[in-house]
């Protein structure tokens, strides 16, 4: 039985591990996180280990990229300071080795895998929110819903440009339903350990210690027991 339990326990540890540096299973992420030294401008805090690579961070800056062809500008041009934490959102998502405890699969044509209720600190969402409240959208979920017979999205039939605080009302529903619930809005700080900062200056990342602190609190994980138990006993000699 003690076999039993240190096999367990190994795996569980295995699974946290990868959990802890991976990438997601999706249209331009890398297979595995590793270094990338020429991340582009606001990409480059990912650059001593990323799961994007330089071409994807340089098409992350620019309008109508061929990344997933979506326009920022779909009711009128976006602000500089607005679009600076829509170019800061793709990075995290598109650089981020940390997202582990937060993936799930996804039902996309464009992806295997998303990510979920990712809890964002306080002051990120508030200055993202602060900074496009007064920008123009027609659409509260981003992720579905848009007119694409253009090649890229467009308002659909039946929408009206207003602003954000007209379509989103409150900095909460915003970072949580722009991308489907990819985010969760949280009243942690930066300096809690608690939250996942979506863009930091320092080194190393301080999302990686954010990324063990949600493994560690989570449930063991669950294992087929066919794949743990036979093993053992065979190892033991039961059988």
């Not at 096999?7 to 590793?34: E, F, I, R, Y």
């Not at 979506?70 to 976006?78: E, L, Q, R, S, V």
Request: proline share 5%.
């Amino acid at each position: 039985m003690r076999t039993v339990i240190l096999v367990l326990a190994l795996v569980s540890l295995a699974v946290s591990q990868d959990k802890l540096n991976m990438c997601l299973t999706a249209k331009h992420h890398k297979a595995k996180p590793g270094p990338e030294g020429q991340l582009y401008k606001q990409c480059s805090p990912w650059k001593d280990n990323a799961c994007c690579t330089a071409n994807t961070t340089e098409e992350a800056h620019n309008d109508n990229s061929y990344l997933y062809n979506f326009n920022w500008n779909h009711c009128g041009t976006m602000s500089e300071t607005c679009k600076k934490h829509f170019i800061q959102d793709t990075c995290f998502y598109e650089c981020s080795p940390h997202l582990g405890p937060w993936i799930q699969l996804a039902d996309d044509s464009w992806r295997k895998e998303r990510i979920l209720d990712v809890p964002l600190c306080r002051e990120d969402c508030e200055s993202w929110w602060n900074d496009c409240k007064n920008d123009f959208t027609c659409k509260d979920n981003w992720h579905k819903g848009w007119d694409w017979t253009t090649g890229r999205n467009e308002c659909p039939t039946g929408t009206q440009c207003k602003t954000f605080t007209d379509i989103f009302h409150t900095a909460q529903n915003m970072c949580e339903t722009i991308w489907s619930n990819s985010y969760k809005y949280t009243t942690y700080t930066k300096d809690s350990g608690k939250c996942m900062q979506m863009w930091f200056t320092e080194v190393p990342n301080p999302n990686k210690k954010v990324a063990e602190y949600y493994l560690n609190k989570a449930p063991s994980v669950s294992v087929p027991a066919s794949l743990i138990i036979l093993p053992a006993l065979f190892s033991m000699q039961l059988f």
